[in-house]
């Protein structure tokens, strides 16, 4: 059986094995496919995985073979489900790898916000500590979590993990969810609609599918219910913020701060606004990147390999 890895890079950049792979069949892997070379890449392959490459329906039409596609994340609008159902070809993802690595993930930029640890130790390296006349210094406003609120939109694994974090913290946490069931026993905690939560948080963090309906649910509008002393932090799918309001924002002092994992286009145009917006921190949609999270992506990957050729094909699309 022929199996072809079609952009294995950002999962595996040489700290991981391939090895239970190849145990499954002839392995051939590339770091990365440009869209337009998908197709001859693939042929032959009767199982595909990919993370960022797109399958769309004509290239799934030049893949007599292909029986299993394995989408090496959780969002998996890079392949054409319908026109793989049609084929009948099985589409699985992998839902649950990165929860904890990616809540930790929120707390890392809403603690640089509090703290400005990065701007500190640089001007500590630069000597300003040494030539101040103080026993110590601060550049920027330093804050306290304990006691001030989190709101949470989107209350799936992910947002209840850094939730956790948010009430160990002594924060109180608010959520809005299409689901209210499971309400955790933190004391205070609530639910909310959307705009009561932007309203009564110090900490908004965005933790929903994007879908029509969310689609630029940061906006202009929005940002003007959040508290001029608030940061909004996103680690979940850009296009829920709309760039330009959200920049403009922070250079009015609608909103304190914004910490953003990731944008509306990736990698971002260099003329992207928020790469220069005051007070906002911009990753390289790294949240889920940690090697323990690569790694249980990984397993479950190959573990989505074993149960669709046994039958029993699980995480399945569709």
């Not at 239970?20 to 032959?44: H, N, Q």
């Not at 099985?90 to 990616?102: D, E, L, Q």
């Not at 929903?208 to 979940?236: C, G, Q, W, Y």
């Not at 790294?286 to 699980?314: Q, V």
Request: proline fraction near 5%; charged fraction near 15%; include cysteine.
């Amino acid at each position: 059986m022929k199996i072809v890895v079609l952009d294995g890079y950002c999962l595996n950049p040489g700290d991981l094995s391939w090895d239970a792979l190849r145990a499954f069949g002839e392995v051939e892997i590339y770091d990365r496919t440009p869209a337009a070379e998908a197709g001859a890449r693939a042929a032959g392959a009767a199982v595909v995985l990919t993370n960022k490459t797109p399958l769309p329906a004509e290239v799934l039409a030049t893949l007599p073979e292909l029986r299993y596609i394995g989408v090496l994340a959780t969002g998996y609008n890079v392949v054409d489900v319908t026109a793989a159902k049609a084929r009948g070809v099985t589409v699985c993802n992998i839902p649950t790898y990165g929860t904890a690595s990616v809540a930790q993930f929120v707390f890392a930029l809403l603690l640089e916000l509090c703290h400005q640890v990065g701007a500190h130790s640089g001007a500590t390296r630069a000597g300003e500590w040494s030539r101040n006349p103080d026993w110590c210094f601060w550049n920027s406003p330093l804050i306290e979590l304990s006691g001030k609120t989190m709101g949470i939109v989107g209350f799936g694994r992910i947002g209840r993990s850094a939730a956790r974090i948010a009430d160990a913290m002594g924060m109180n946490v608010i959520a809005n969810d299409a689901m209210e069931i499971n309400a955790p026993l933190y004391q205070g905690f609530r639910w909310a609609g959307v705009e009561d939560l932007l309203g009564e948080s110090d900490v908004v963090s965005l933790h929903v599918p994007l879908f029509p309906e969310t689609k630029h649910m940061i906006n202009a509008r929005t940002l003007a219910v959040m508290k001029p002393s608030a940061f909004l932090i996103n680690t979940s799918r850009g296009p829920l913020v709309a760039d330009q309001d959200l920049a403009d924002a922070l250079n009015a002092g609608v909103i304190a701060g914004a910490g953003l994992d990731v944008l509306s286009v990736e990698p971002p145009d260099e003329t992207n606004p928020l790469l220069s917006a005051r007070n906002c921190l911009v990753t390289p949609h790294i949240a889920w990147a940690t090697k323990e999270a690569r790694a249980r992506l990984m397993g479950i990957a190959m573990e989505n390999i074993a149960a669709f050729l046994s039958g029993t094909a699980r995480n399945v699309i569709g």
